[in-house]
């Protein structure tokens, strides 16, 4: 009796010490139609309004409660229009636009996001993709890229401000001098655009916005992107003193007054290493080249311009003069980490990359829509370490040959994960300060690592989450989970996704987590903050709280 008593309370026990919590729902939300597009507001600022529509009807809604501000049928707010292909919404601006697309008779309305009122509608403007839309909230307008010019629109009444054939491709990330109202900015290609342009070429330029006119241009080296499902740029403008300094596969400085080149750090490098899923609409590959290190006066950059040999290479950052040239790295496909730690240079080759992807089918009568995010690996794996002096070779390591998902810095700690095991290795010899297995979190392999605060690695499982002292290997907490992928991640809060939809946010901290069980193929947008996960499923839509 007591063997029975003992094991019962033991079961009860581990019950409670794995037991989590369902997400708080802070508002629940049906809708008189189905969800086929959506958007959210992730700034959840209280003011801020989010939409979810079908091919027929769409509804605006108030992030803080829930409650519809608006709900109607595209052609009661835009009579031309008879079905919609598209919807954009741009928060700064509280509009929202609409695409009808015919064959060379596009439709575009421009929604006032807080009433549903038309704002204004043209047909001038012909296959605009998504992408190519972007708004200048210091100018409270739209720069619309077409095939053989750059337009720039008010925001509110579509009048045309002006036009130039100077300027192809997207406006990217760009630098605005609110003194003269002009602009430094990038051009860029972006997925599944191919097709529009002709004859499209890198620009760097710089733009009187008054009336258009190009005060100056270059071109820059490699491919400006931004990922296609987040947005966020994958490049960097930025303006110190009269210089700019575009960081895109390595460092190129301009003079921001006449736009002549200074010195160049660069190389061109397009990543295909992974091939993207079968039917999808739009696809990119990232991190598969390590940022520029800069070091005092010191830049660092990774030359990646031929698929068979890379090389290092020292530069200085006043002047650009070369320092010197690594030791050839032969083979790498991809080399996603670069890390200077006193001395040394430690590089990653191989391990895990990201992708993201976007596309929307037919399945029977309903469209789907399918976005995600994948860590695949890239071989060949391995972790070497350079001298910072002359670029030789300081140390190779074997232990990687066979796996690798990733290498990061936590102050001087170079923390390097196999996937079954977690190394910390002397930057100066390459030797082992310690290695745990991973297995000991109880979650699965790695398939990423990921530094947080002054010494703890977190561990993204196979199935869930744990985190380790990176001075000493300390398992500190475990979270286990079902199998599941890496959503998102937000300072202490990592956000899993299960294939069926379901989803876990865990507090790195304590190693608990809670959960929401959506509905399969349902569509997720965590805020800015991560305190809220909006979900979609169906006809309905919820707000979590992840806390």
């Given at each position: ?6 094991s ?18 802070v ?8 969800i086929?597009y959506?958007?959210?507001d ?5 003011d801020?309004?989010?939409f979810a ?12 409660d ?12 835009a ?16 509009t929202?636009?609409l695409?009808?697309?015919?064959m060379?008779?596009?439709?575009i ?22 992408d ?50 002009t ?35 270059n071109?820059?080296i490699?491919?400006?992107e931004?990922k ?9 403008l ?9 960081r ?12 002549a ?32 290190v ?46 200077v730690?006193?001395d040394?240079i ?24 399918e ?5 695949p690996?890239?071989?060949?794996f391995g ?15 074997e232990?990687f ?19 079954k ?10 030797a ?40 000493n ?8 989970y ?5 959503y998102?991640?937000f ?19 304590t ?6 069980k ?27 709280k992840?806390r």
């Amino acid at each position: 009796m007591k063997t029975l008593l003992l094991s019962f309370m033991l079961i009860l026990a581990a019950h409670f010490v794995v037991a989590q919590d369902d997400m708080t729902t802070v508002w629940e939300t049906k809708l008189n139609h189905k969800i086929d597009y959506y958007g959210t507001d992730l700034s959840d600022r209280p003011d801020s309004y989010s939409f979810a529509a079908d091919d027929k009807k769409i509804t605006v809604f108030n992030n803080s409660d829930g409650s519809t501000v608006w709900n109607k049928a595209y052609k009661d707010m835009a009579p031309r229009l008879r079905k919609v292909d598209e919807l954009m919404a741009f928060w700064k601006s509280n509009t929202i636009f609409l695409f009808d697309r015919k064959m060379g008779k596009d439709q575009i309305a421009c929604i006032d996001m807080e009433t549903g009122d038309l704002l204004w509608a043209t047909d001038k403007y012909q296959e605009v993709m998504e992408d190519a839309v972007v708004y200048i909230p210091e100018e409270d307008g739209f720069a619309i890229t077409l095939k053989k010019q750059l337009v720039f629109i008010k925001a509110r009444t579509g009048e045309e401000v002006w036009n130039t054939s100077k300027f192809s491709g997207t406006v990217g990330q760009y630098v605005y001098n609110r003194s003269d109202r002009t602009m430094v900015m990038v051009n860029f290609m972006p997925s599944g655009l191919m097709a529009l342009f002709t004859g499209f070429k890198n620009q760097i330029a710089r733009v009187n916005m008054i009336n258009g006119e190009i005060l100056w241009e270059n071109n820059y080296i490699g491919r400006a992107e931004k990922k296609v499902l987040t947005g966020e740029f994958i490049f960097d403008l930025s303006l110190v003193a009269d210089k700019v300094f575009l960081r895109i596969n390595g460092i190129q400085v301009y003079d921001y007054n006449t736009g002549a080149s200074l010195w160049s750090a660069a190389f061109d490098f397009t990543a295909d290493v992974v091939k993207a899923p079968s039917g999808t609409k739009k696809f990119g590959a990232y991190g598969t080249v390590a940022e520029p290190v800069v070091v005092g006066n010191d830049v660092y950059v990774l030359d990646m311009s031929n698929k068979k040999n890379q090389y290092v290479k020292k530069y200085d950052l006043q002047t650009g003069r070369l320092l010197w040239t690594s030791y050839e790295i032969k083979g790498a496909r991809v080399i996603p980490g670069m890390n200077v730690v006193g001395d040394k240079i430690a590089l990653q080759i191989g391990g895990r990359v990201e992708t993201q992807f976007y596309r929307r089918y037919r399945s029977g009568d309903d469209w789907v829509t399918e976005a995600g995010v994948t860590f695949p690996e890239v071989k060949p794996f391995g972790v070497e370490a350079l001298n910072t002096k002359d670029g030789t070779l300081a140390w190779e390591s074997e232990k990687f040959r066979k796996g690798i998902t990733n290498a990061i810095l936590i102050g001087n700690d170079y923390i390097v994960s196999s996937g079954k095991s977690l190394y910390n290795l002397d930057i100066n010899t390459g030797a082992d300060k310690f290695e745990v297995p991973v297995s000991k979190g109880g979650v699965g392999q790695a398939s990423l690592i990921m530094p947080y605060k002054e010494n703890i690695v977190i561990v993204v499982g196979e199935k869930g989450v744990s985190s380790f002292n990176a001075d000493n290997g300390e398992l500190l907490t475990s979270g286990k989970y079902k199998t599941s992928t890496l959503y998102q991640r937000f300072d202490d809060l990592v956000i899993m996704q299960t294939e069926k939809s379901d989803v876990a946010a865990f507090d790195v901290d304590t190693g608990k987590y809670k959960e929401f069980k959506a509905k399969t193929g349902s569509g997720f947008s965590l805020t800015s903050d991560g305190e809220h996960l909006f979900v979609y499923e169906k006809k309905l839509v919820t707000k979590l709280k992840t806390r």
